[in-house]
């Protein structure tokens, strides 16, 4: 079987941060899948084939990546960020799993990217540096119910939170809820980062307090850090810098 599966990480946005490891899958590969505006990150070249679909598709789109593997071309599938990290290559192992089971005998390679909630961490200096949690606040594929619990839960147990999917044009409440679920549970001077568009030429980091936070901070492109009690900032000419220690009492 001379095909091949490779499901990257495509990094946040910037060349600069996408790994020689997922360079060199892209290219020796013959044929790229994926949601069209990360499809249209991987520059067209003789012999390539870019496959893009809409947002939606996911299960559709790793059956095609799978069944073209098995024709014998070498695929990759590219999510942004890291793929594991909501995003493809839990679509490629729920399709394996459920369908064909000569997609079994595939060589199939997961290779990581520099996740949304890493690279925002970055650039707001080490918010995330102690005990932290990450939620996708998209109440697509769960309940909203759930997204609540798991958001009082995480501020009692005082985690540092990352915030993927926090608000879109379809899901206008989400967020706006969320922050008066926060209200209810931290104290109004907790640290709120909102990092819009990371590694790109719209890049904007916002840092304030939970008090002052609104919805409209947020949208699509938009990574939102909550600090645990922990978090601090750094005052000093420039942007402050965010970080929460690595002990706790
Ligand atoms: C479907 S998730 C994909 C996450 C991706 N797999 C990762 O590891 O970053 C899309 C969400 O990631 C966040 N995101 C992706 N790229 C971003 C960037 N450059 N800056 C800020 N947030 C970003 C936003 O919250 C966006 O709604």
């Given at each position: 079987m001379s095909g091949w599966l490779k499901i990257v990480g495509l990094g946040p946005g910037a060349d600069a941060m996408i790994t020689p490891e997922v360079t060199a899958a892209l290219s020796d590969a013959t044929d790229v899948v994926g949601y069209v505006p990360y499809v249209n990150r991987v520059a067209p070249r003789d012999g390539l084939t870019r496959h893009g679909s809409d947002n939606r598709e996911e299960i559709r789109r790793a059956e095609q990546a799978?069944?073209?593997?098995?024709?014998?071309?070498?695929?990759?599938?590219?999510s942004s960020g890291d793929p594991g990290v909501f995003a493809m290559a839990s679509a490629v192992f729920e399709a394996l799993e459920a369908g064909d089971a000569v997609w079994r005998a595939l060589d199939i390679q997961v290779m990581p990217g520099i996740s949304a909630m890493l690279a925002a961490s970055a650039r707001a200096g080490a918010p995330l540096g102690h005990d932290f949690c990450c939620i996708n606040l998209s109440d697509n594929l769960k309940p909203w119910a759930l997204?609540?619990?798991?958001?009082?839960?995480?501020?009692?147990?005082?985690?540092?939170?990352?915030?993927?999917?926090?608000?879109?044009?379809?899901?206008?409440?989400?967020?706006?809820?969320?922050?008066?679920?926060?209200?209810?549970?931290?104290?109004?001077?907790?640290?709120?980062?909102?990092?819009?568009?990371?590694?790109?030429?719209?890049?904007?980091?916002?840092?304030?307090?939970?008090?002052?936070?609104?919805?409209?901070?947020?949208?699509?492109?938009?990574?939102?850090?909550?600090?645990?009690?922990?978090?601090?900032?750094?005052?000093?000419?420039?942007?402050?810098?965010?970080?929460?220690?690595?002990?706790?009492?």
């Open positions: 799978l069944q073209l593997a098995l024709e014998g071309h070498r695929v990759v599938v590219v997204i609540e619990k798991r958001l009082r839960l995480a501020a009692e147990a005082d985690f540092a939170m990352a915030f993927y999917n926090p608000r879109s044009k379809s899901r206008p409440v989400g967020f706006e809820r969320t922050l008066e679920v926060l209200r209810e549970a931290c104290e109004p001077e907790r640290l709120i980062i909102f990092a819009r568009a990371v590694s790109t030429p719209d890049e904007s980091i916002r840092v304030t307090a939970l008090k002052d936070a609104t919805p409209e901070m947020a949208d699509m492109r938009t990574l939102v850090i909550v600090g645990s009690r922990q978090t601090r900032l750094i005052e000093r000419d420039g942007e402050p810098l965010v970080y929460t220690p690595r002990s706790a009492l």
